[in-house]
């Protein structure tokens, strides 16, 4: 049989080596896992931001696209004047968060004829924390 024979010369790497080449390669993957974990739920909060972005926009459009004289706060459902749209009443907006919109201001243009001209709206995103993430105002025109 052949002896093996040590030689101190010889090059190569020890357990110790190899334990601890493995023990950082393990931290730096479970790194990247958190990462990734991470990832995923911001792009979860995007869709769900995007998708109430877009009931925004519908409503928006909805508004342009309408009769002038139905746009009116007479159904108004929170104490400073606003609308509330949830998901129920429009299945694009996440569950969680609301859509509000109101009627900020009448403009008559020309007094003398007593007639409202332009309605300036907003239209607000509220999240499931009930932050403000979208506030847009716009002008109607009597058609």
Sequence with gaps: MNEMNFNPNQKGFTLLEVMIALAILAIGI?????????????????????????????????????????????????ADGYTVVTSAGMPAIPVGYLLEWRVIQDIDLSPADAVIDLKEIRVRVRDVFGKIRSDITFTKARG
Excluded: D, H
Excluded at 44 to 71: D, H, R
């Design 30 to 78: 479970l790194g990247i896992a958190g990462m990734q974990i991470s990832s995923t739920q911001g792009n979860a909060n995007a869709v769900k931001f995007t998708e109430a972005q877009l009931g925004a926009q519908s409503q928006i459009e909805s508004f342009l696209m309408g009769p002038f004289a139905s746009i009116t706060n007479a159904s108004a459902t929170t």
